[in-house]
């Protein structure tokens, strides 16, 4: 079986995904990069190294070879690419193509109503509802968006990112941490943009240094890491020095992936405060990976995928900030909870989010899909992915999580 994966660049979120691709398929498994990555990343530390892997085929120099991929291939994962004129012809000739997508609707479903949008998404969408096209939803509230226009009917299923995903033992990651009754670290991580909202994480740093937080925690102490830059650095930065949080809050700036993960990993709670602008959000995958108790705005699309509520880790709706600082106060108010819920979601992300499980998972599915019969995965990555309402999602998320009384499984050879 002959697959590619068309996208704009490849990239950190993207490679474990494809090297297991690339096990398990070996020459048959091609990575298409249309564009070079923009300099706005590789100021933030993304590496261009995955241009070099033996797997990848740049569109820009190569396009004769790359068109042939594309429309020769048993499957196309066609991911946003800036080509959707390639996905067109593929489409046209009817062979099976797999979209990848976030949210089309991510500023509000009524863009739904809009004439000419429905014009452009019938031209892309909603004309192959009927043909083997199917939707990989990196996102929880995707499926809702493509409901809404009736496209991929009953053929869209559960999918994200995959970052680099690290193994510890029970040992190692205590070591690594600390001792949280001496101090408790929490990581906030991201660009300091308006959609990512670090100006909460000043609020909750002036909150947990309120006296009355400071007597609670008797002599254990809090520290805030920020790891990211961007437009609003500068203010927060600032509002830091202002408001005498500097004793608790440490700016790390831009770091690459390996620097912010190894930060992470000395977390015990993890922020993470965008709202329903963040497509996915990686950096949730990577928090819960490195044994956090993540608190996390739901309206972001890794979120309901990812966390179950007070199980392994804690989710507050609609940017309400109060909610958030009562979640990150319970967690420092119930140490041994906390311990637990980053456990769990250290096993969610080894267990099942990852980049060689994905791959097993869609293999197998395409597998079945160039057979005539797709069966769905029953958990995680590939598993059908249900169609919730926006405003409905942190209900769907109590009842889910309630009616499935999920069980909690230790990885095996791991702790």
């Known amino acids: 079986m002959r697959v590619t994966f068309l996208s704009n660049y490849i990239n950190h979120h993207q490679i474990p995904f494809s090297n297991a691709c690339y096990k398990l398929l070996g020459e048959d498994y091609r990575f298409i990069q249309t564009v070079p990555m923009e300099q706005e990343r590789i100021n933030m530390g993304w590496s261009q190294a995955g241009e070099k892997l033996p797997y990848v085929c740049r569109l820009y120099e190569e396009e004769e070879r790359c068109v042939k991929l594309i429309m020769e291939s048993d499957v196309l994962l066609a991911g946003w690419s800036q080509r959707e004129d390639l996905v067109q012809e593929r489409l046209n000739a009817g062979k099976l193509t797999v979209r990848i997508s976030e949210r089309i609707y991510r500023e509000g479903q009524w863009k739904a ?147 912010t993960r190894d930060i992470m990993a000395k977390c015990h709670i993890a922020v993470f405060t965008s709202n329903h602008l963040e497509g996915w959000g990686a950096v949730v995958n990577e928090e819960m990976n490195s044994g956090c108790a993540v608190v996390a705005n739901v309206q972001a699309g890794a979120v309901p995928y990812l966390i179950r509520q007070k199980e392994n880790g804690m989710v507050y709706p609609d940017n309400d900030y109060k909610e958030m600082e009562k979640a990150v106060r319970y967690l420092l108010d119930h140490p041994g909870e906390r311990k637990m819920m980053g456990r769990r979601a250290y096993w969610t992300i080894v267990n099942s989010w990852n980049g060689e499980n994905g791959a097993k998972e869609l293999i197998r599915m395409l597998e079945g899909l160039l057979k005539g019969k797709a069966e769905p995965a029953a958990e995680g990555p590939l598993s059908v992915a249900p169609v919730i309402q926006p405003g409905k999602m942190v209900e769907w998320m109590r009842k889910d999580s309630e009616g499935r009384g999920i069980e909690w499984k230790v990885p095996e050879s791991r702790f």
Request: aromatic content about 10%; overall charge neutral.
């Open 113 to 259: 109503l809009s004439p000419r949008g429905l014009i452009h998404k019938y031209r892309e969408h909603i004309r192959y509802r009927n043909q083997p096209a199917y939707l990989l939803c990196a996102g929880a509230y995707v499926p809702s968006d493509f409901h809404l226009i009736g496209a991929y009917p009953d053929k869209m299923f559960k999918w994200g990112y995959f970052p680099e995903t690290r193994h510890y033992t029970e040992e190692e990651l205590d070591g690594i941490k600390g001792d949280e009754k001496v101090l408790t670290n929490i990581v906030w991580a991201g660009r300091f943009i308006p959609l990512k909202h670090p100006e909460y994480m000043l609020r909750l740093g002036a909150a947990l240094n309120e006296k009355e937080m400071r007597s609670r925690m008797g002599n254990r102490r809090i520290h805030i890491h920020m790891v990211g830059g961007g437009e609003m650095e500068e203010a927060l930065r600032k509002s830091c020095q202002t408001q005498g949080l500097e004793e608790i809050m440490t700016f790390h700036g831009f770091k690459n992936p390996e620097e």
